[in-house]
């Protein structure tokens, strides 16, 4: 069930991915599988969250978080946290802890697909809170982990939230190289609807938003 939501998800399935982490949520939690609970709990958190459903999504990373802690899940917890306080700042709260705790653990763990994440959702957080130039430095960091490893869904829908961070502030000629390398590589995955979304995003002219 696990590795089948996060195909679902990698493939934007989030219909399907949702209802497949949820079961493996519930099942786990039924039958004791803390590894489980753990996993499938960011599957389905993230998927929520980008879903714009960022109150569930807050529901299950919290839940996630908190067992993460009680089983001493040092590889899960940051990851689960990040998540979390993206989903929070979404809603406009404050969630415990910090990325940079969250970032520490997964460098000291040696985990770099963690590292990634965190550093994308720091990102997020960042540009919602109208800190663009710490937004665009996490989101080029996270770019280059993506890469390296290979990343390539995960890497194409980062460029859209980075080009969109930059669009928003008004660096258009900034956001552009990255917004057509993110529909090109979209549709190599064969992923031609979220392709024609970003195009359609470039086709029209962008909203700025002032930041004090």
């Given at each position: 069930l696990i590795a089948e939501s996060m195909v679902r998800a990698a493939e934007g399935r989030l219909d399907l991915a949702?209802?497949?982490?949820?079961?493996?949520?519930?099942?786990?939690?039924?039958?004791?599988?803390?590894?489980c609970v753990l996993a499938s709990s960011w599957v389905l958190g993230d998927a929520l969250h980008r879903l714009g459903r960022y109150a569930d999504a807050r529901d299950v990373l919290r839940r996630g978080a908190d067992i993460a802690n009680v089983v001493d899940r040092r590889a899960w917890r940051p990851t689960l946290l990040a998540w979390l306080r993206t989903s929070a700042t979404a809603l406009g709260e404050v969630a415990d802890g910090t990325d940079e705790e969250s970032?520490?653990?997964a460098r000291?763990?040696?985990s770099r697909v963690n590292e990634a994440g965190i550093l994308s959702k720091r990102a997020?957080?960042?540009?919602?809170?109208?800190?663009?130039?710490?937004?665009?430095?996490?989101?080029?960091?996270?770019?280059?982990?993506?890469?390296?490893?290979?990343?390539?869904?995960?890497?194409?829908?980062?460029?859209?939230?980075?080009?969109?961070?930059?669009?928003a502030a008004g660096r258009t000629a900034d956001a552009e190289p990255l917004l057509l390398r993110s529909a090109a590589m979209l549709d190599e995955l064969g992923l031609e609807r979220e392709a024609q979304g970003v195009r359609t995003t470039l086709a029209i002219r962008p909203t700025t938003i002032a930041f004090d």
């Open positions: 949702v209802p497949l982490a949820r079961e493996c949520v519930d099942r786990a939690e039924e039958t004791g599988a803390s590894a970032l520490a653990t000291e763990t040696g997020e957080t960042a540009a919602r809170l109208g800190h663009i130039e710490a937004a665009v430095g996490d989101f080029a960091a996270s770019a280059e982990i993506l890469e390296s490893l290979g990343l390539r869904p995960a890497l194409a829908r980062l460029l859209i939230g980075w080009g969109m961070t930059l669009r």
